[in-house]
């Protein structure tokens, strides 16, 4: 994962630890230095980004799908299905 730009040249363990740190990252998780030096990264390194574009992608998809309603008779039987449990354990 290295490439030339013109800010130098990355190594594969910049890559790595940019990588490393990419799902917390994407979740809001890291600390402002972290942060600062993963958008660095990103700006400096195409395959970094590419597999950054590619999990950002992926977690809208799912969001999108997840914010589905799911159909009110399957909800039904899910709900009877948890009510004859609940009743079952107690």
Do not use: W
């Not at 979740?27 to 395959?47: F, K, N, T, W, Y």
């Amino acid at each position: 994962m290295t490439t030339i730009e013109d800010a130098g040249t990355m190594t594969d363990h910049e890559c790595d630890e940019a990588i490393s740190e990419l799902y917390r990252y994407l979740d809001g998780e890291l600390d402002p230095e972290s942060l600062a030096h993963v958008e660095a990264h990103l700006r400096r390194c195409s395959p970094c980004l590419e597999a950054y574009d590619f999990e950002a992608e992926l977690r809208q998809m799912i969001a999108a799908k997840s914010a589905e309603q799911m159909p009110a008779e399957l909800r039904r039987q899910i709900l009877g299905v948890l009510d004859r449990l609940d009743d079952s354990l107690n």
